[in-house]
């Protein structure tokens, strides 16, 4: 899902790095306002474990990349705000230092993850989790928030004149195919919070500020 240079039309990347900086700087704010201390070393855990997952990924016709993302699992795990953040920094790392994903393109790549993904998977599963068992709630979550962020990334590259393929072919092939490692991710995220809440209930809170 990592979008690279030359794909988006540059007020395009433009929006999409001032979207960005709005929800990471608001996020910040509400972080370092409420966020119990004793969160912080979590917060590295999460990062570092989602860091580590996001770097296997594996092309896919008229898109991109598709790979694990974590953002429902961080926002969980971490509450939506903390959870941005960390994703945020998850995305900067890989896009300075390991080259995944463009420089250009790092705003829209870290709204679609760091944004879209963590504040739908969030929402989700709170509100499915009110009725249902934490599994089913993760595991919809995890799904949702991973098929969402790739249908925005679908968008963005659709509407990109530079772009090879418009909206009617990004937008199917970008939600299909991550539709499809959605349920992977939703598995994935509906495993590691289970355990979480049966080893340590006390981690899964309400979220920074939510």
């Known amino acids: 899902m990592?979008?690279?240079?030359?794909?988006?039309?540059?007020?395009?990347?433009?929006?999409?790095?001032?979207?960005l900086i709005v929800f990471v700087g608001y996020s910040a704010y509400k972080v370092r306002k409420e966020?119990?201390?004793?969160?912080?070393?979590?917060?590295?855990?999460?990062?570092?474990?989602?860091?580590?997952?996001?770097?296997?990924?594996?092309?896919?016709?008229?898109?991109?990349?598709?790979?694990?993302?974590g953002g429902a699992l961080a926002g969980i795990l971490l509450g939506p705000f903390a959870g941005c953040l960390a994703m945020t920094s998850v995305l900067v790392v890989q896009g300075l230092v390991f080259g995944d994903g463009g420089i250009t393109a790092l705003g829209a790549n870290a709204f679609n993850m760091a944004v879209v993904?963590?504040?739908?998977?969030?929402?989700?599963?709170?509100?499915?989790?009110?009725?249902?068992?934490?599994?089913?709630a993760a595991m919809v979550a995890g799904w949702l928030g991973i098929t969402l962020a790739a249908v925005f990334a679908g968008f963005e590259l659709g509407i990109s004149h530079g772009f090879l393929y418009g909206l009617s072919i990004t937008i199917p092939?970008?939600?299909?195919?991550?539709?499809?490692?959605?349920?992977?991710?939703?598995?994935?995220?509906?495993?590691?919070?289970?355990?979480?809440?049966?080893?340590?209930?006390?981690?899964?809170?309400?979220g920074v500020g939510a």
């Open 2 to 19: 990592h979008i690279p240079d030359g794909f988006l039309d540059l007020e395009i990347a433009a929006i999409f790095y001032v979207l």
């Open 35 to 69: 966020l119990d201390e004793s969160k912080i070393p979590l917060m590295g855990i999460v990062a570092a474990a989602i860091f580590a997952a996001q770097m296997l990924n594996w092309p896919i016709p008229g898109g991109t990349s598709a790979h694990f993302v």
């Open 117 to 136: 993904d963590v504040f739908v998977g969030y929402y989700t599963y709170r509100l499915i989790a009110s009725k249902f068992s934490v599994s089913i």
């Open 173 to 206: 092939v970008m939600g299909i195919w991550h539709a499809l490692l959605g349920i992977v991710e939703g598995v994935v995220t509906s495993a590691s919070v289970s355990y979480v809440a049966s080893s340590r209930p006390d981690i899964l809170e309400e």
